[in-house]
């Protein structure tokens, strides 16, 4: 069936709090580069991982309205897992598109590791998500799953993004509270649980080790956004967006980075 023009321009909204969303969108380019994204950082929000869910619910639904009607996106992706685990369901309440969260790879590291002893990373607000003690119910039955929150990781992600050093200590102390908690010594496989952390993936896997395996969900979130659009046709209109919804200036030293990932113009939401 041949598209509306509307239909065919009509981008992918990939959302995040700041920068974190762009490895979602990395691992969708290479997938479907011709996709026209928007990208979508609630920057005056972040970070999410320190507010409560009632907050968090209520920020992330709004905002995604309001952009739907906006940019009229054929599929809006949370690339947050801090969103995602509180307030995925009532986002797909909200929008009538399809919605695509990112929640952690916690089933295909309970498939990876050979100590049976995984660690997690993420928000605080993640670590205490049901959605998470459903995961490992359901996933890591028979391991253990020791989750530590490491909100202190997504302002390094972020200046790393605007070219600025990473202050290693930070990075250091994270994974020291990981291995000290009980059985932490054995931990092989670690589930980056916020869509920030894989900006840091040198920075981890020089301080874990090259015997710890760290994983992230962005391939398994495009190869569903993937799927989910199997069959449209895609128009690039114009060239893809960045949207903030912070300040211009905060955002600008960003500028190179995004243009890395093709966003080539910027805008506050
Ligand atoms: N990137 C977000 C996540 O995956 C978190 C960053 C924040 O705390 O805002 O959870």
Partial sequence: MELERSEKIAPVLIFDTGVGGLTVLAELRKLLPEAPVIFAADQAGLPYGEKTEAEVAARVSGLLGRMSERYRPRLACIACNTA?????????????????????AIKPAAAMTKTGVIGLLGTK??????????????????????????????????????????????????????REKPQGEKIDTVVLACTHFPLLIEELSGEFGQRVRLIDGSHGIAQRIVSLLDGQD??????DMAVTTGLLDDFMPLSDALGRYGLDRIERF
């Fill in 234 to 239: 895609f128009e690039r209109a114009a060239p």
């Fill in 84 to 104: 995602s685990t509180i307030a995925l369901d009532m986002v797909r309440d909200v929008l009538e598109i399809p919605v695509v969260g990112t929640v952690p």
């Fill in 125 to 178: 607000a993640t670590i205490r998500q049901p959605y998470v003690d459903r995961l490992e119910a359901r996933f890591a039955q028979g391991k253990t799953l020791l989750r530590h929150g490491a909100p202190e990781l997504v302002d390094p992600a972020e200046a790393k993004l605007r070219g600025k050093p990473v202050d290693r200590s930070i990075i250091q102390r994270a994974v020291a509270a990981l």
